[in-house]
């Protein structure tokens, strides 16, 4: 027997209808904070690979951008892509930035990756 007016037929649908939407959201934001993740660990490879490329003796800054923007070619996963090379007398420096592939539609995810290194120097024998 029943009591009047605790009909609970249907609840059970409106509890879904109301949990769904939030459980997929999360679902697609876990997947999103991946794809930026592994985004940021392409671009940190990219920068080294950067780096690796233009510390060499007789290398110049084109051809540390060049290196970093093959290698961000062949991995994929980012979109406006900007490689800054720079260096002083020592260390040389390289800067990827770039948006992460997204999945949802709102929100932004920047990827800013710095790596830097020793320039190459032959050192002459009386020096040694």
Known sequence: MGRIGRDERGAMTLELSVIFPALVLFVFLSVQVGLWWHARQVAQGAAQEAVEAAQVEG???QDGADAAVWFL???GYMSDI?????????TVTVTVTGDAF?????????????????LEQTITQPNR
Do not use: E, K, M
């Open 82 to 90: 900007t490689v800054g090379v720079g260096r002083d007398a020592t």
């Open 102 to 118: 997204q999945i949802i539609p709102f929100g932004n995810w920047p990827v800013t990756v710095t790596a830097s290194g020793p």
């Open 73 to 75: 070619t062949q991995a």
């Open 59 to 61: 290398a110049v800054d």
